[in-house]
C-alpha cells in the first residue's frame, strides 16, 4: 500500500541533515552544560551556538531566546509571565487560538489576576481590526497583553504582525504571538517588528519534538516559571535538552537555505489541490482565508454533508493516507474542533486538514484525489 503524509501541521519527519548534527550529543558529547569541565564545556558551547544561530537567523540577540520544551511551555511562559511579572490586568486574544493560549487566557480570566477579552474574527478567521482597536482604547494605561496567533494551525489564516504590534504600540499594550506553525517557513525580522514574545516548536520544520524557544523582547523583563537550577539565564531550570536544542538550530539553517524555493514548491501543491478538488469533487469548500495570504502549508477542505463524510478520515487512513480533522492537539478527545465550532457552529460535511511539507510530491497529490474520487463514489471501485 502506498502510504502518504498529509499531517506536517501536527508534525513533520525529521530531516536527516538534523539527525546526524544531534547524534554526537546523544552518544559522544554527553557532558552536563552546568558542569565547568571539558565535557561541560563542550556540551554548553553547543548550547550557546545553537542560540547565537537562532538569534541571527531571526535578527534578535541570543539573550532574547530562550529554549523550552516546545510550544505549549512557551506560550504558557509568556502570558502567565506577563500577568505575573508585567503588571497586564487584561488579556486580548481570540476564540481560535491555540488551546496553549485559549485555556490559559480563559484559566487566568477565571482567577481574577486578569480579565480575558474575546476578539471579533471576521468569517475567514482573521482578526476585526477595528474591534481590536476599540478594546485597546477601553484598557489603555491598565496592563494590557494582546495574543494573536501568527496563522491558525487548523485553517491557516494569517495575520498581520506589523499592524497588529503597531497598533498594540500605539495604545502601550504588549504583543505575543504564537508563531509554531510559522516559525521555520517564513522570515522574521524581530528587531524591526514591534513584537514583545514569539514561541516555536523545532518538530513543526523538521527538527526533534520536545524542543521549542520563547523570544522575550529585551527590555520585558518575566521572572522563571520553573525553579531549580540557573539554567537559560536564569529562566528556565532544569538540564537542557541539548541534542534537542543542536537539532532545533540544525533544523532553521536547513529551513532558512532556500526558503522561497520551499515556499514555492509547497504553495504549489496546495493550490493545485484545491484547484483538483474543485474540478472533480462537487459541493466541495475551503475553511479559512482562501486567498495566497494564508498559510502556504495547510489546507482545510470542507466536504459536502452526502453521509459519506463521516468516516472520512478513517477511510483515507485505512488507505494509507495520513491527515487530521482538527488540531492533533485534539485527538484523543470527542470534542469538536473549536477553531471551526468559533467560525462556522454546527455547520453540516466533514472538515479534513492537509498539510503538506518541503517532502510532499505532486504524485502525492494525484493520489489522494484518486482515492477521495473513489471514497465519493465518483470513479468505479477497484477490482
Known amino acids: 500500500m502506498k502510504r502518504i503524509y498529509f499531517d506536517n501541521a501536527a508534525t513533520t519527519p525529521l530531516a536527516p541533515e538534523v539527525f546526524e548534527a544531534m547524534l554526537p550529543y546523544m552518544t559522544e558529547h554527553f557532558g552536563n552544560p552546568s558542569a565547568i569541565h571539558g565535557y561541560g564545556r563542550k556540551t554548553r558551547a553547543a548550547v550557546e551556538q545553537a542560540r547565537r544561530t537562532v538569534a541571527a537567523l531571526l535578527n534578535c540577540t541570543p539573550g532574547e531566546i530562550v529554549f523550552t520544551s516546545g510550544g505549549t511551555e512557551a506560550d504558557n511562559m509568556a502570558l502567565n509571565g506577563a500577568v505575573r511579572d508585567l503588571g497586564v490586568k487584561h488579556i486580548i486574544t481570540s476564540p481560535i487560538e491555540h488551546h496553549a493560549v485559549e485555556l490559559v487566557a480563559h484559566a487566568i480570566g477565571n482567577t481574577g489576576s486578569a480579565k480575558a477579552h474575546w476578539l471579533r474574527l ?120 541539548i541534542y534537542g536544542i543542536v537539532g532545533l538550530a540544525k533544523a532553521m539553517e536547513l529551513a532558512y ?26 459541493g ?59 467560525l462556522y457552529g454546527e455547520r453540516p460535511g466533514a472538515n479534513i486538514r492537509f498539510s503538506f511539507s518541503r517532502y510532499s510530491k505532486l504524485e502525492e497529490v494525484e493520489h489522494v484525489m484518486g482515492v477521495l474520487k473513489r471514497i465519493f463514489q465518483l470513479v468505479p471501485e477497484r477490482g
Open 122 to 241: 471576521n468569517d475567514d478567521g482573521s482578526p476585526d481590526m477595528a474591534h481590536l482597536e476599540e478594546l485597546l482604547k477601553a484598557t489603555k494605561g491598565e496592563g494590557v497583553l494582546v495574543s494573536l496567533m501568527h496563522a491558525n494551525n487548523e485553517i491557516g489564516t494569517r495575520i498581520d504582525l506589523d499592524a497588529i504590534g503597531g497598533l498594540c504600540r500605539r495604545y502601550g499594550a504588549l504583543f505575543h504571538s504564537d508563531t509554531v506553525q510559522t516559525m521555520g517557513h517564513y522570515r522574521f525580522d524581530l528587531a524591526n517588528t514591534p513584537i514583545d514574545f514569539i514561541t516555536c516548536a523545532a518538530h513543526k520544520f523538521h527538527g526533534p519534538k520536545g524542543i521549542g524557544f520563547l523570544y522575550v523582547r529585551n527590555g520585558v523583563n518575566i521572572k522563571p516559571a520553573i525553579l531549580g537550577g540557573s539554567q537559560e539565564r536564569n529562566m528556565r531550570a532544569g538540564t537542557e535538552n
Open 284 to 342: 466541495v469548500g475551503f475553511n479559512g482565508d482562501p486567498s495566497e495570504n494564508s498559510l502556504y502549508t495547510v489546507l482545510s477542505v470542507r466536504f459536502p454533508d452526502d453521509g459519506k463524510g463521516e468516516m472520512l478520515i478513517y477511510n483515507l487512513d485505512i488507505e494509507g493516507i495520513a491527515c487530521s480533522g482538527g488540531s492533533a492537539c485534539s485527538s484523543g478527545s470527542n470534542k469538536g474542533s473549536h477553531v471551526l465550532g468559533a
Open 257 to 282: 537555505e532556500d526558503l522561497e524555493g520551499h515556499q514555492r514548491h509547497v504553495q504549489g501543491l496546495k493550490d493545485h489541490m484545491k484547484k483538483r478538488l474543485l474540478e472533480e469533487l462537487p
